[in-house]
């Protein structure tokens, strides 16, 4: 059974920075892309960061130049590194495979930007 399990979310302040973990079991990660997915209250989930299993990265524009995707294969599991934390990126952080798998959304970890 895949198992995705999130890490490495807090409270930070504005400019501050985090280190987001996913540990993947099973055979998903050496075959897909991977992603880091947030929602914020009272928003859709949104896909902020992927890179494919070749280390290609892609990102959004309101995350662009401030957060790093990186994967281990050996560990199967994806970091997303984020530096420069404003208020608008505090939200639920999941990782998943890119495009999303219903059955393997995790519970995700929250990242609170705040004064």
């Known amino acids: 059974q895949v198992q995705l399990v999130e890490s490495g979310g807090g409270l930070v302040q504005p400019g501050g920075s985090l280190r987001l973990s996913c540990a993947a079991s099973?055979?998903?990660?050496?075959?897909?892309?991977m992603g880091w997915y947030r929602q914020a209250p009272g928003k859709q989930r949104e896909l902020v960061a992927v890179?494919?299993?070749?280390?290609?990265?892609n990102y959004a524009d309101s995350v662009k130049g401030r957060f790093t995707i990186s994967r281990d294969n050996a560990k199967s599991t994806v970091y997303l590194q984020m530096n420069s934390l404003k208020p608008e990126d505090t939200a639920v952080y999941y990782c998943?495979?890119?495009?999303?798998?219903?059955?393997?959304w995790g519970q995700g970890t929250q990242v609170t930007v705040s004064s």
């Open positions: 099973g055979s998903i990660f050496s075959i897909n892309a």
């Open positions: 890179i494919t299993n070749g280390g290609n990265t």
């Open positions: 998943n495979t890119v495009p999303s798998a219903l059955d393997y």
